[in-house]
């Protein structure tokens, strides 16, 4: 894995994107092509996780590695926006995972943030005598309070920018709570958030802890911001960022966690709390819940013959295929291991899981792997069913372990064979 395999990479997926018809850069700019954003942190993730493997032949710096491509045959005007962006995304990216390891090491400590640790540079002081003259020119929304009065001394150019108050607007802090935060009960959320973080300040060394806060605009619209500060005795800063694009980035990252690297479908993590949930719900409101089990009928061989790179695109294709079967939003789909599917269908009886799982054969049987282990010449599977109704007294564990037994028997016949749960 070398620098070319990942810039070609990161072309692809610009070229891709460019590509298509209906794309423009100012569609770039205006944020909407969230499509392309994802698929710019799926293909970051990809590359994260190489580095993480440490199979990197070359030390990895981003700068660098973009600094190549733009030098290679990226000419067009569309492609240089889209690579800009990409960029953009990629130090954001990296941003989010620091700010999400930072947020686990200090779990154990005190709630110190990423913003508030800076500022306890040796530095610090010094820069704060000066900070008069850097006001002007931060590039976030700063605003200077008296503590003692609330009154709100001055804000920056870009606090004008951002969130379209002046002084005139939000002469002190009540008129700001009222206006930033017009909701009465988040407001109350809010109030206290921040009284608390000014407490803390006063045992963290004047840093004010950055928080999340969801602020209303003059034109009406809403941001997330991290606001942190700085306590300087009679007055204290208040230090605005943009937040929106990072807890964004974060949802991705959770949603990666659950992800099942091979097959790109939920995970064993994942399927575990859906079960759970799933099995609360369906005892509560005395519904239904089924569960399939498939197993892929003699993968080793499958393995043996073909060898382990068309096993894993096998794999991605079963799981692929059973995840495009199952269309009903509440239907879920997971890898329950190796070579293992779980198919979770709540709100459906015996004979709908059945019908379900009939279709996934068939689908499966359309793939037409060839496989010559097989009795049919083709991959196959096998499943089991298991189902709850209001009158089945029954634990997740024996749940599965019901659907299980069925998959064993459906074996025993001989395999590509479904068999429900006795229960
Ligand atoms: N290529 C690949 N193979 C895997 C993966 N996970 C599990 N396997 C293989 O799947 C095979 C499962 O073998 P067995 O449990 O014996 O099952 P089987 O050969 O399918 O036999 P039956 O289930 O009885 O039909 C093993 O050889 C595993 O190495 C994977 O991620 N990629």
Not at 158 to 183: M, S
Not at 246 to 260: C, G, K, P, S, V
Request: charged share 25%.
């Amino acid at each position: 894995m070398n620098y070319a395999y990942q810039i070609n990479e990161i072309k692809s997926l610009v070229e891709h994107y460019t590509l298509k018809s209906s794309f423009s850069p100012n569609d770039l700019s205006a944020n909407t092509n969230t499509e392309f954003k994802k698929a710019a942190y799926h293909l970051f993730y990809e590359l994260i996780k190489l580095k993480s493997l440490r199979i990197y032949q070359e030390p990895n710096h981003i700068t660098e590695l973009f600094g190549l491509i733009k030098q290679s045959s990226f000419q067009d005007r569309i492609e240089k926006k889209a690579l800009a962006h990409v960029e953009y995304w990629w130090l954001e990216w990296y941003f989010a995972l620091e700010m999400d390891e930072k947020i686990n090491t200090e779990k154990n400590n005190t709630a110190m943030s990423y913003l508030s640790q800076s500022t306890q540079h040796p530095m610090r002081k010094h820069e704060l005598s000066h900070y008069a003259k850097l006001f002007a020119a931060l590039p976030m929304p700063v605003c200077n309070v008296c503590a003692r009065t609330g009154d709100i001394l001055r804000v920056n150019q870009r606090f004008v920018d951002v969130f379209g108050y002046t002084v005139k607007d939000v002469p002190n802090l009540n008129i700001w709570w009222q206006k930033a935060y017009p909701d009465i009960k988040y407001r109350e959320f809010a109030k206290t958030l921040w009284d608390n973080s000014l407490q803390l300040a006063l045992k963290n060394n004047n840093d004010i802890p950055a928080n999340n806060y969801r602020v209303s605009c003059k034109n009406g619209s809403q941001v997330m911001m991290e606001v942190s500060g700085i306590d300087i005795g009679e007055e204290f800063l208040a230090v605005f960022k943009d937040a929106t694009e990072r807890l964004q980035a974060e949802d991705i990252l959770r949603d990666m966690a659950f992800l099942d690297a091979l097959t790109k479908i939920a995970n064993r993590r994942r399927f575990d709390e859906k079960l759970t949930h799933e099995f609360e719900r369906a005892k509560a409101y005395e519904g239904s819940l089924s569960l399939i089990i498939l197993d892929i009928d003699h993968f080793k061989e499958f393995n043996d013959l073909y060898g382990h790179v068309a096993g894993d695109t096998c794999l991605y294709d079963v799981a692929q295929k059973i995840a495009s079967t199952v269309s009903r939003p509440e239907d879920f789909v997971a890898r329950y291991g190796g070579e293992e599917f779980i198919v979770l269908l709540p709100q459906t009886d015996k004979q709908g899981a059945l019908f379900i799982a009939e279709q996934i054969q068939k689908a499966i049987e359309n793939l037409a792997i060839a496989h010559e282990g097989s009795f049919t010449g083709f991959l196959s599977v096998s499943m089991g069913i298991n189902t709850i109704d209001k009158c089945t007294a029954s634990d997740e564990l024996n749940f599965i372990k019901a659907a299980d037994s069925a998959l064993y028997y459906a074996k025993r016949q001989g395999r590509n064979c479904i068999a429900l749960s006795a229960n």
